[in-house]
């Protein structure tokens, strides 16, 4: 039996003209956010339905999402309400998936901190699990919290389809645990507004099908 957990980044937000970090800083979604949510979505019901009418009966499973959980942002509860939306779900929140804290440089936008945090910035770009935004989480930290919500996730849905949305920086670490990199490796995957992974988990093994998919309206 196959667990198929579908984990997404949250839709663009307002103010994503200017890249920064807004970690905790509680942002809405844009109006182009929620049409990236519902590209998502309708993607996910066709995705599913595909997968259970293949003629393999260790394969076929439940017809729909079971469950659909988010972080507490309200970015993320937005994205995950529209993932919810079509299954008649309401999406369930959990602390331990919200982004990373990224200390002193929050709401602070990337040109800002090359130009008066350049050393620093560097070093966290060049070796983010050996160095962390000036008081913010460091990426063991985050790895240790993030799993273990994760993992109770997946233990109480084992052989249904499932929605966990997140934020780049969760991804990306949920993404290198399930791929085996180190997490030093973390920014050699992207994660852009509105990605879609696919990992489906079976008894012995996992398969991770999809990486920051980005579904056209084509």
């Given at each position: 039996?196959v667990?198929?957990?579908?984990l997404?980044r949250?839709?663009?937000?307002e103010?994503?003209?200017?890249?920064s970090y807004k970690?905790t800083?509680?942002?809405?979604?844009s109006?182009?956010?929620?049409?990236?949510?519902k590209?998502v979505?309708?993607?996910i019901?066709?995705?599913?339905?595909?997968l259970?009418n293949?003629?393999?009966?260790?394969r076929?499973?439940p017809?729909?999402l079971?469950?659909v959980?988010?972080?507490d942002l309200?970015?993320?509860?937005?994205s995950?309400?529209?993932?919810?939306?079509?299954?008649?779900?309401?999406?369930v929140?959990i602390?331990e998936i919200?982004?990373?804290?990224?200390?002193?440089?929050?709401g602070m936008?990337f040109?800002?901190?090359?130009?008066?945090y350049p050393t620093e910035f560097?070093s966290?770009t060049?070796?983010p699990?050996k160095y962390s935004?000036?008081?913010?989480?460091s990426?063991?930290a985050?790895?240790e919290?993030?799993?273990?919500g994760l993992?109770?996730?997946?233990?109480n849905?084992h052989?249904?389809?499932?929605?966990v949305?997140s934020?780049?920086?969760?991804?990306?670490?949920?993404l290198?645990?399930?791929?085996?990199m180190p997490?030093e490796?973390?920014?050699r995957?992207e994660q852009d507004?509105?990605a879609?992974?696919?990992i489906e988990l079976?008894?012995?093994y996992?398969v991770?099908?999809?990486?920051?998919?980005?579904i056209s309206?084509?």
């Open positions: 039996m667990t198929t957990l579908y997404i949250h839709g663009e937000t103010g994503a003209d200017a890249p970690g800083i509680d942002v809405p979604l109006e182009n956010g929620m049409k990236q949510m590209l979505a309708r993607y019901v066709q995705h599913y339905s595909k259970n293949i003629e393999l009966s260790n076929i499973g017809s729909k079971s469950a959980y988010c972080s309200s970015r993320a509860v937005r995950a309400e529209i993932i919810a939306e079509p299954h008649g779900l309401i999406p929140i602390t919200r982004e990373r804290n990224f200390g002193i440089w929050e936008a040109t800002e901190i090359k130009e008066k560097e966290w060049n070796n699990l935004p000036i008081g913010g989480e990426t063991l985050i790895k919290r993030v799993m273990e993992d109770r996730i997946l233990n849905h052989g249904e389809n499932i929605a949305v934020h780049g920086g969760v991804n990306r670490i949920i290198c645990h399930f791929l085996g997490l490796n973390i920014f995957i507004y509105g879609l992974n696919i079976w008894d012995k996992l991770v099908k999809l990486i920051n998919g980005i309206s084509s």
